[in-house]
């Protein structure tokens, strides 16, 4: 897991999660779940009022999980140039 300061010029106040891995044989298990948890946390000791994540446009496991945890897509998209495939971010307003 990566996770820092956004740095879209657009998003100055919000947190971004720059990838999350776990090894398919440990999916499914809650780990991601607490490791997203660990994330937001952490974002409220910075003060940071949104939060952001960018995800492949097919990758619809990704997706799910964090549909599943209150993220939904902005309407911004870009090219993940290293590999030639288009991302979309998503976003989940601080409550």
């Not at 910075?46 to 446009?57: A, D």
């Not at 495939?85 to 976003?91: D, M, Q, V």
Request: glycine letters at 8%; proline letters at 1%; aromatic letters at 14%.
């Amino acid at each position: 897991m990566g996770i820092a300061k956004c740095g879209d010029m657009d998003k100055q106040d919000a947190y971004e999660l720059h990838f999350l891995y776990i090894e398919p044989a440990f999916s499914k298990n809650g780990i991601g779940s607490m490791l997203l948890k660990y994330f937001e946390e952490k974002r409220t000791l910075l003060g940071h009022k949104e939060f952001i994540i960018w995800v492949l446009e097919e990758n619809n496991i990704g997706i799910n999980f964090y549909e599943k945890h209150g993220y939904k897509r902005d309407g911004k998209e870009k090219e993940f140039k290293r590999y030639n495939k288009k991302e979309i971010r998503y976003k989940k307003d601080i409550i």
